[in-house]
């Protein structure tokens, strides 16, 4: 499939050769590693632009908003506009603010250029519905499913490649070049994709309250977007605490700590796996796997006198448990509305990165306050709240049936 064919809702989808279900999954993840290249590098940038210590972390917080933001009221308009024009614009866009970020000299122009990145940034959230109406029904939770695994890739990836980097080339060379490669995934896109012409009708005001509308109609989406928000919220919460930990209490350097973040990486083969679930007819019990896993591998984690390698276990473990059932997730609210997958894929994502949010937002103190164990067992508790309302919500549809 390529530029010249044109997708409207009504049409049966095509096939996507693996070629392109691995450049999608590509474009994803280098697209979602914009929200995390900052991370691991604030010490570098906020004495370089005279930013103080105590408001460094505003880089990260206001890349986050931006994205939330996004979410929110971008990710929709691809119910409304040409999907393919909006992921090449927004590519773009994320492109020139990267790379205002790169020559930015004073603490305002570079944390508005944060926002705006978090903000532009938002075009994965597009692109991967449009894999999902360019899939064909029978093969859609496997396309999802390998283009996700790039996304998570990207997530997991993003951290020690912008150590590296930032080490041979400084921290503005991280993002200039970023947006390099922003501008080359916009051509391939823009040359890669179908176009798809929406067929909703609305204004935006309307298209926004239906976002709201959506929600409120799905249980579903509900469902689903609050088991993978208290997924979510856990996951942010390790990887905010772990590196500090191993760095603390078992003497890592920051590229052991890079190390430690390409192990948990091998958690993204859930997605394909989750794909396949999925297209199989394996929904539930896929998302009873992932969310008995989740609170177990952090549970594994808090052993007492567990070594590091309990704690890439517990990375490796929790990691596949998130990216599974993010997956079986998508796949199973995508089936409720074809026409409105954009706005229910901000519903979700939304929800999503709320709890991210929260969850790193209570880690540092949590931890500071009890210490690693106790805050591995505080953590798994989340992920074990999504479990039992998931067993209960089964139980109660089976005595329904």
């Known amino acids: 499939m390529n ?17 392109l279900v691995a450049l999608l999954a590509f474009c994803c993840g280098a697209v979602v590693a914009n929200l995390y290249y900052a991370q691991p590098i604030v010490e570098l940038i906020a004495p370089a632009i005279g930013l103080s210590t105590e408001h460094a972390s505003l880089i990260v917080a206001l890349t986050q908003l931006g994205y939330a933001a996004g979410l929110l009221f971008l990710v929709p308009l691809a119910d409304l506009l040409e999907n393919r024009r909006l992921v090449v614009s927004f590519t773009l866009a994320a492109a020139l603010c990267l790379a205002s970020a790169g020559i930015a000299a004073t603490p305002s122009v570079f944390l508005a250029c944060a926002l705006l990145i978090g903000l532009t940034s938002v075009a994965v ?73 929406p067929s909703h009708s609305a204004s935006y005001r309307q298209l926004i ?41 078992h003497g890592f350097s920051q590229t052991q700590v890079a190390l430690f973040a390409l192990v948990g990486a091998v958690g993204a083969i859930a997605a394909p796996i989750a794909g396949r679930l999925a297209d199989a007819g394996h929904t539930r019990n896929g998302t009873r796997l992932a969310l008995l896993l989740a609170p177990l591998s952090l549970a594994i984690g808090a052993l007492p006198g567990a070594g590091y390698l309990w704690l890439v276990v517990c990375a490796v473990a929790l990691d596949f448990a998130v990216q599974l059932n993010m997956v079986l997730g998508q796949r199973e609210v995508y089936a409720l509305d074809p026409h409105s997958r954009a706005r229910i894929n901000a519903v979700y994502m939304t929800s999503i990165f709320v709890g991210g949010a929260l969850g790193s937002l209570v880690a540092s103190p949590l931890y500071e ?33």
């Open 3 to 19: 530029a010249s064919s044109t997708l409207h809702d009504t049409a049966p989808a095509q096939s996507l050769s693996p070629c």
């Open 125 to 197: 959230q597009i692109l991967v519905p449009l894999a999902a109406h360019m899939a064909p029904e029978a093969s859609r939770g496997r396309v999802v499913g390998n283009i996700m695994s790039g996304l998570l890739l990207g997530i997991l990836l993003s951290r020690p490649i912008a150590s590296t980097a930032a080490a041979v080339f400084g921290w503005r060379g991280v993002f200039l070049g970023a947006a390099i490669l922003m501008a080359v995934i916009a051509l391939i896109m823009a040359v890669a994709l179908s176009r798809r012409v």
């Open 209 to 249: 309250a239906s976002v709201f509308g959506l929600a409120r109609r799905h249980a579903v989406l509900r469902q689903r977007a609050l088991y993978q928000a208290l997924l979510f919220a856990a996951f942010s919460a390790f990887w905010t605490i772990a590196p500090i930990e191993l760095i603390r209490q």
């Open 369 to 401: 306050a009890i210490g690693w164990s106790w805050f591995a067992v505080a953590a798994a508790l989340i992920p074990a709240t999504a479990t039992l309302l998931f067993l209960l919500r089964d139980e109660a549809n089976r005595a329904q049936a």
